[in-house]
């Protein structure tokens, strides 16, 4: 039984390059959370979308970073242009039925901008 | 937004039990209390959910009281591979909505 499958697991690249980060959720799951994890400010939601809509993107940093969910089964996360603020661990998480229920994580993608 | 807090670090011996706390004094009328437990280079990983009052599971217990202000992941006797650090998870109330808010998260220790 796969996991939350997450694209690529590191990414280095230069300050206004585009970034994507993929995600493959769970089969049969509703949900899908990006998030991110910085040392200064901790876990933070990003967007998530159920049934492939983005439902709240309140945590959406800026008008650089956007998120699609062409499919149930995919989801990207772009970074245009990047910024070295924007270094950090991204996670993707896919639950089954709604915000309340339990999350499962990908094993993240560490992003450093340089 | 209101901060949804935990404290940064706990240190416990092999064997113990081991309590931590979540302060969230907004959290939204209808959402649950959730836990998670993250290892190095991994993503957190489910460990336990609740509304109110007290729910355990194979792994450990929640304790919600009747205000829902906060909440106690209780860790019976825990072990080595327990050393992690643990989140919770609730909806903080904005208006009448409400957005995913971790808590700041504890690092456990857990020595022989």
């Known amino acids: 039984d796969a996991g939350v499958i997450q694209s690529p697991r590191h990414e280095v690249t230069e300050m206004g390059q585009e970034v994507t980060l993929r995600c493959k959720p769970i089969s049969g799951h509703d949900y899908l959370f990006w998030y991110r994890q910085t040392m200064m400010r901790g876990l933070e939601l990003l967007i998530y979308f159920n049934n492939n809509v983005p439902i709240d993107d309140s945590g959406m940093p800026e008008d650089r970073f956007s998120a699609k969910m062409p499919n149930a089964s995919f989801s990207t996360l772009k970074i245009q242009p990047s910024e070295p603020r924007d270094s950090a661990v991204y996670f993707c998480?896919?639950?089954?039925?709604?915000?309340?229920?339990?999350?499962?994580f990908g094993d993240g993608t560490r992003l450093s901008i340089l | 937004l209101a901060k949804t807090t935990q404290p940064i670090s706990m240190d416990s011996y092999e064997g113990q039990e081991v309590n931590i706390t979540c302060s969230h004094n907004n959290i939204a009328t209808n959402d649950y209390i959730t836990w998670y437990q993250q290892f190095p280079s991994q993503g957190p990983r489910f460990i336990i959910q609740g509304y109110k009052t007290k729910v355990t599971n194979e792994v450990a217990s929640l304790f919600i009281p009747a205000d829902r202000k906060s909440s106690t992941l209780s860790l019976p006797r825990v072990s080595l591979s327990d050393t992690a650090v643990y989140y919770c998870?609730?909806?903080?109330?904005?208006?009448?909505?409400?957005?995913?808010?971790f808590g700041t998260g504890t690092r456990l220790q857990v020595t022989l």
């Open positions: 998480a896919s639950s089954l039925e709604g915000t309340n229920q339990p999350q499962h």
């Open positions: 998870l609730v909806g903080d109330r904005i208006g009448t909505a409400s957005k995913l808010t």
